[in-house]
């Protein structure tokens, strides 16, 4: 009897920790929690001055606007435009920290910003 508790309560959390896998996203997030989260990340990972991490964060607060109020014209966009919408952005955004991060600092940018963007297409091919 005891068995069949512990493998009625395994395969219980089990399919609870796949429901909860599969919801998306959770709560949407304003573009000044967004900024944030961005900003305290790479305050962190890039060891960001004050200085700096006001800066960033106030170019993330202007892209978290900007695509927040572009938001119904992206979601309409096919998978295509929308790829073409976020190289754009990507490219604009390194632009943009050139003028805040120290050449090191920029390298480890590019980077995670690269591995991400790569980690996003293997998602999305699997669907």
């Not at 005891?2 to 573009?31: C, D, E, R, S």
């Not at 892209?63 to 572009?70: C, L, Q």
């Not at 919408?85 to 590019?110: C, D, H, I």
């Amino acid at each position: 009897m005891k068995t069949m508790t512990v493998i009625a309560a395994l395969f219980l959390a089990l399919l609870a920790g796949n429901i909860y896998a599969q919801q998306k996203g959770g709560p949407h997030k304003t573009p000044e929690e967004f900024a944030r989260h961005r900003s305290d990340m790479l305050k962190t990972e890039l060891q960001l001055t004050d200085e700096q991490y006001n800066q960033v964060y106030n170019i993330f607060l202007e892209e978290s606007r900007r695509i927040e109020s572009e938001r119904e014209k992206i979601n309409g966009l096919d998978e295509d435009a929308r790829d073409d919408f976020r190289a754009k952005n990507r490219e604009q955004l390194l632009e943009k920290m050139k003028g805040v991060l120290t050449k090191e600092q920029l390298q480890k940018f590019s980077e995670r910003s690269k591995h991400k963007h790569e980690g996003r297409k293997g998602r999305d091919s699997d669907r």
